[in-house]
């Protein structure tokens, strides 16, 4: 069994900084892609941010040169840094990764709920 386990999410001011973190546990063979989604109040989840094995990464348009992605593949853990928060910015932020168990699947975290005050 495989478990992803978001952390680090809470209330800051705009302008501020938050680091979000997802622990991937279990009988993990490999991690593929690595990826934080996030879904603002009433609308549709959306892609951040990802990450490959190797390090290549790919962010939305709307968060680049404020977040940056990283991983650290010998914790299975991957990261968020958010940096000048926005109140758009609040979401509930999600966790996913292709990982290979049994075979290779894509996995998802419980959410980590982020709030920019304005």
């Known amino acids: 069994q495989v478990q992803l386990v978001e952390s680090g999410g809470g209330l800051v001011q705009a302008g501020g900084s938050l680091r979000l973190s997802c622990a991937a546990s279990?009988?993990?063979?490999?991690?593929?892609?690595m990826s934080w989604y996030r879904q603002p109040p009433g609308k549709e989840r959306e892609l951040v941010a990802s990450?490959?094995?190797?390090?290549?990464?790919n962010y939305a348009d709307a968060v680049k040169g404020r977040v940056t992605i990283s991983r650290d593949n010998g914790k299975n853990t991957m990261y968020l840094q958010m940096n000048t928060l926005k109140p758009e910015d609040t979401a509930v932020y999600y966790c996913?990764?292709?990982?290979?168990?049994?075979?290779?699947?894509?996995?998802w975290g419980q959410g980590t709920q982020v709030t920019v005050s304005s």
């Open positions: 996913y990764a292709v990982i290979t168990y049994r075979g290779p699947r894509g996995y």
């Open positions: 279990g009988n993990i063979i490999s991690i593929n892609v």
């Open positions: 990450i490959g094995s190797e390090g290549r990464t």
